[in-house]
């Protein structure tokens, strides 16, 4: 298939398609003449790097756990995976604390105004 229907099935803009190219994470794409000719394995691949960027891994991580041509460290992304998973977790329980001080301060500041309305 040509890069248009690989970025069709992918999900993925050409650009990010030849961008992958040109920074090694996408490697030996056959040619016809001018034209790349991906394979089905080329789709699940590039779907496999879309999804690990959603998930926060960046291209340059994801170059660097590349061991062939369609495949990654698989125990190496997993333990990425597991550390993205506990910032992910340290971040909740951050948003959480600052949600209770949002709500004492709300609540610290209605009082004041319900103070000030009952004097008047």
């Known amino acids: 298939m040509y890069i248009g229907e690989m970025a069709k099935r992918s999900g993925v803009s050409i650009k990010a398609i030849r961008h992958y190219e040109r920074i090694g994470l996408l490697t030996n794409i056959k040619r016809q003449g001018s034209y790349r000719i991906y394979e089905n394995a080329d789709v699940e691949f590039v779907t496999l790097i879309k999804r690990?960027?959603?998930?926060?891994?960046?291209?340059?991580?994801?170059?660097?756990?590349?061991?062939?041509?369609?495949?990654?460290?698989?125990?190496?992304?997993?333990?990425?995976?597991?550390?993205?998973?506990?910032?992910?977790?340290?971040?909740?329980?951050?948003?959480?604390?600052?949600?209770?001080?949002?709500?004492?301060?709300?609540q610290d500041i209605k009082n004041c105004l319900d103070r000030l309305d009952s004097t008047l």
């Open 52 to 106: 690990a960027q959603l998930l926060g891994l960046s291209l340059t991580q994801l170059k660097d756990l590349k061991v062939t041509r369609h495949d990654l460290n698989w125990p190496v992304v997993m333990a990425l995976l597991e550390d993205k998973k506990q910032q992910v977790l340290i971040a909740i329980a951050a948003l959480r604390e600052q949600e209770k001080l949002l709500e004492y301060y709300h």
